[in-house]
C-alpha cells in the first residue's frame, strides 16, 4: 500500500484551507497520496465539547494575528471571508458529492477560492449553486440521503479516532492536528517508508 496522509477538513477552517495549500508539495516531497475527508466541523465540536476559536473573543482575535502570519509565512493569498462563520453542511456535502462524481479535483480548489480567497457568501443557495455547477456537480445532487450519511460518516469516523477539530491528519494511524503541524506529518511519512 502507498504510503498515504488522511486530511480529514472542512471548507470553514482556515487553518485547513492554510494547510490544503501546502499538501501538495509535501505529497511529491515524500511519494505520499493526500486521502481527502471531507467532515462536518460543527459535528466534530458538537461531538467532543469543543468550540470555535471565533466563540472566544481573546483566542478570536489571535486567530486573525495567527492567520496573518501563516499566509505570510506560506507566501499565499488569503482573506478572512466577511460572512465568517457561516453553515458549511452543503458545503462539505458538495465536496462528498464531488469525490462520488470524480469531480472533486475540479470542486476542492473553487470551494476554497470561494470561501478564502474572494470571501464569497455561500450561505446564499445562488452563490453555493453557481461553484457548484462551475465544478461540474448538479446541485440537486448534493443532498441526498447517500452524501448525507458518507458526510456523517466521515465526521464520525474522525471522532472516533481522535480528532476534535480541522484539519486532522492520519499518517498510518497516528494523529496529527493544525496546519503547523505538518513537519511532523512529513517525518511521519518519512519514517513509514
Request: no cysteine.
Amino acid at each position: 500500500m502507498a504510503k498515504q496522509i488522511e486530511f480529514y477538513f472542512d471548507y470553514g477552517s482556515p487553518f485547513s484551507y492554510l494547510a490544503d495549500t501546502q499538501l501538495p508539495a509535501l505529497a511529491k516531497r515524500t511519494g505520499a497520496e493526500i486521502v481527502y475527508k471531507p467532515i462536518l466541523l460543527g459535528g466534530i465540536f458538537k461531538a467532543t465539547g469543543n468550540a470555535s476559536p471565533i466563540s472566544i473573543p481573546a483566542k478570536g482575535k489571535y486567530m486573525g494575528l495567527e492567520l496573518e502570519r501563516w499566509t505570510r509565512h506560506y507566501g499565499i493569498a488569503m482573506r478572512m471571508n466577511p460572512h465568517f462563520p457561516f453553515n458549511t453542511i452543503r458545503l462539505m456535502r458538495g465536496a462528498i458529492a464531488a469525490q462520488q462524481q470524480d469531480r472533486f479535483a475540479a470542486y476542492h480548489p473553487q470551494m476554497y477560492r470561494a470561501v478564502w480567497s474572494e470571501g464569497r457568501n455561500l450561505g446564499k443557495e445562488e452563490v453555493l449553486r453557481e461553484v457548484l455547477e462551475s465544478a461540474g456537480i448538479d446541485p440537486a445532487s448534493i443532498d441526498g440521503d447517500e452524501i448525507k450519511n458518507q458526510l456523517r460518516a466521515n465526521t464520525d469516523e474522525a471522532v472516533s479516532r481522535g480528532a476534535f477539530g480541522a484539519p486532522t491528519f492520519f499518517v498510518k494511524g497516528e494523529i496529527f492536528w493544525g496546519n503547523d503541524r505538518l513537519d511532523f506529518v512529513e517525518e511521519a511519512l518519512k519514517r513509514a517508508g
